[in-house]
């Protein structure tokens, strides 16, 4: 069994590259450095789990014993100047394993080197992504009612509002949920859609990077924050890092206003789709509303049609003015009704006269 790889990577530019790899049967660290002439810190992670079992599944199938000592151009071969490598294998019977290159690669080079960088620079200490993700955002506030006469005592209530954001890759369902306090009404929507949560998952992880490696921290219960913001990632295996912060923390609350703003337009994008879907297998007389814009843009004007099947960017004909003049416009969105704050009687709504060729 291979315990330990080294891999160093020198160019004509820049400081060595060092890549090292220690392994268990448990667990694997890989850290990666650079060899400047000022010590810089390491950056890695130690994969456990199923991380660590993925990952040594993957460096199995690369095969590194089998490589070649000496990887060198052929005689006549043109090679650009690359790189000059040195990989160490150390075994746990002791013997070490030296293999070298300049410019020239074995097979799976780029998978080797591929599986080492995601590895020490793994999310959060996982090679895999979550299976579930939840956001909470939740706001305490105090209402002091004025004094009631009769008992003479302030009436007062805690009040608490949250927002709670899940995305479920094992069931691909995403759910938003809205809390109130009594009496109002709470509510939660539920998108069970494959190509809705898979879409939305590398987004989410995206706006997410900027906060770095989180590790599971509890807000301290003695101090009453305003707002509380909590992550719960869950992993395979059912690991999880539980963070619980003030979501008044402008990393925190910069994130948040970028999660809704992409489950908001995941929303609207998939509720296009399921309403497109409808109307090419529903009645062929179902209307519905759509906004179209002249030259690349511009004021959107609002038209009905029948067309089964119109989609967002799709070309239509439609009419313009009191004299039947037609123009080719660009379909920029569309409603199963009446479109909110329309500015004309819906009676004068004119017709898309056909599909643009």
């Not at 960088?117 to 909470?136: I, S």
């Not at 101090?223 to 990632?233: N, S, Y």
Request: proline share 8%; glycine share 6%.
């Amino acid at each position: 069994m291979i315990t330990k790889i080294e891999l160093r990577l020198a160019g004509l530019f820049g400081p060595p590259t060092v890549y090292q790899a220690r392994m268990t049967a448990g667990a694997v660290t890989v850290t990666l450095a650079n060899e400047t002439v000022e010590a810089e810190p390491a950056v890695g992670q130690t994969l456990t789990g199923s991380d660590a079992r993925q990952w040594l599944a993957r460096l199995a199938a690369l095969h590194l014993p089998d490589w070649a000592d000496r990887y060198t151009p052929e005689p006549g071969q043109v090679v650009p100047a690359g790189t000059q490598w040195t990989l160490t294998l150390n075994q746990d019977d002791g013997a070490q394993h030296v293999m070298t290159g300049d410019s020239v690669y074995p097979q799976n080079w780029s998978a080797l080197v591929d599986l080492l960088r995601q590895a020490a620079l793994a999310p959060n200490g996982h090679l895999q992504p979550p299976v579930r993700w939840q956001f909470d955002f939740v706001r305490f506030a105090d209402l002091h009612l004025p004094q009631f006469q009769g008992a003479g005592d302030i009436l007062s209530r805690s009040t608490i509002y949250q927002e709670t954001i899940l995305i479920d890759a094992a069931q691909q369902t995403l759910y938003v949920a809205t809390r109130y306090p009594d009496p109002q009404p709470s509510h939660t929507e539920t998108y069970q859609n494959a190509s809705l949560v898979t879409a939305l998952i590398p987004a989410v992880a995206d706006v997410l990077a900027p906060l770095g490696n989180l590790s599971t921290m509890r807000l301290d219960t003695t101090v009453d924050p305003d707002t509380a913001f909590g992550i719960i990632l869950t992993y395979p295996e059912n690991e999880q890092i539980v963070v619980q912060t003030d979501a008044d923390d402008p990393a925190m609350l910069t994130f948040w206003h970028q999660l809704k703003q992409l489950v908001t337009t995941a929303i609207t994008a998939a509720q296009r789709e399921s309403a497109n879907a409808w109307r090419q297998l529903g009645p062929a007389v179902a209307e519905y509303y759509v906004a179209v814009t002249f030259n690349h843009g511009g004021k959107p004007y609002t038209y009905k049609t029948d067309i089964p099947d119109l989609d967002i960017d799709d070309q239509v004909v439609v009419p313009v003015g009191a004299n039947g003049h037609t123009l080719t416009g660009t379909v920029v969105d569309l409603w199963d009704d009446v479109p909110p704050d329309l500015a004309i009687p819906e009676s004068v709504i004119k017709t898309v006269v056909r599909r643009a060729d």
